[in-house]
């Protein structure tokens, strides 16, 4: 009986474990900006399209013991907190982060394996998932909506404030990331405020069956703000807003808008909504997620994102540079992936320049109360995972040099690598449209625009050999 109950045990753990830390499904961004969905089965990319940011996955992990998580946890959970914190009183100049699901946050050995790694090297700050791709939050917050919605239906982290001052003596910046307009949560409570599907009536849902939000629905913005406010009451150092754009994959004919009027550019409605959000929340740290092609582009990538917009009211803004999400061809690469540092480089370049030149033309928005001029610091998301090609220490330094290059020895060139493949690109005629009216430009001071960078590993393991130590 007692092998019969170890084995059990056994295969238990090794189940969690596979279910853990299985890769994301994807979505990937085509060359003329149109979006479709693709579940990533090998470790190659070979197709003419780009992926966006890898959403962690939905985790089994509430299994193991010390999860906060209610299905399966034997022993009771406290909830219990102490009292609100203080943000960070010397927060760093340059944040060097990593990425944490809220399962992993609500688990005490993950917690110490960070605090651990940040003493042993350069990391200083850890983004902690508040809402994620789900709608559920992470922890019980004051916002009455998230109860009544029930986004508090599958609490991962039991005591945040406790979270927040183990962190905080750990000195460790925490940025608290809230993902916006995918909330199959909110939709299933508030259908009118959802796409709509015309063919069924129903919820409209992408290719993952995840149901999205109407991007130019105040109330959403409403409610995604008052998490926020909860987060920097809390003693968050920042918050972060990702999935701030418009659904990209399903059937997208088949969408019906219950709030936009389907004339008005979608930049402007996600322009609105970063101009909410910064009257909103005031002088609190904010920082958004955005394509790494919105660095090169200057269309809205068919989803409302444009890099100018995020700069006017954010303190940092984080493209999503992962070299293995860029086109096969992109700037004459067949493989992308196999080529970190010149795929950065490249991204940052421009991005560098777009905010640049905005901050130093001094561009005023005389409706805003706070960062009425291009304010931004950049700090990209990085790739600390084996997509495209094996992502080890050389792999992940190679991406860390490329943005040093740039953002800190202001290392700018404009040009397509010279070593770069001389095949068909579709990624270069978007790359040169990305440069209209920079050619020739002289960068100013390219540090003050640099705001680190931030890993992202959806397991959330990261190599160590890439850091460097304390």
Known sequence: MKSVLLCGLIIAVLVAAIFLFLPPRE???????????????TSTVASSTMLSVPEAPASSSRVISGYAGNATNSAPV???DIGLQQPLPNPPAVMKGVYLTGWSAGYAP?????IDLAGRTEINA???????????????????AAKENGAEGDIKIAQPNALLKKLHDAGIYVIGRITVFQDPILAKVHPEWALQNSSTGKIWTDNKGLAWMDAAAEPVWAYNAAIAKDAIARGFDEVQFDYIRFASDGNMANIVYPYWDEKTPRHKIIAKFFKYLRDNLGAAKLSADLFGLSTVNVDDLGIGQVIEDAYKYFDYVSPMVYPSHYAAGFIGYSNPASHPYEVIKYSLERGLVRVAKGYEQTVADSTSTVHAQY?????????????GATYDAAMVKKEMQAVEDVLVRGSISLTVPANASSMASTGSPQAASG????????????????????LWDPANIYTEGALEKK
Do not use: C, M
Not at 27 to 41: F, Y
Not at 110 to 114: E, F, M
């Open 27 to 41: 979505e990937i961004i085509a060359g003329n900006g149109a979006i479709a969905d693709l579940a990533v089965a």
């Open 78 to 80: 406290s909830f219990s």
């Open 110 to 114: 993950k917690v110490k394996y960070i």
């Open 126 to 144: 850890v983004v902690v998932d508040i809402k994620d791709y789900s709608g559920y939050v992470s922890y019980r917050t004051t916002v009455a």
């Open 375 to 387: 304010a931004s610091k950049l700090r990209p998301w990085l790739q600390d995972f084996d997509l």
């Open 435 to 454: 440069t209209a009216g920079i050619a020739g430009y002289t960068l100013p001071n390219a540090e003050q625009y640099y705001g680190g960078w931030l």
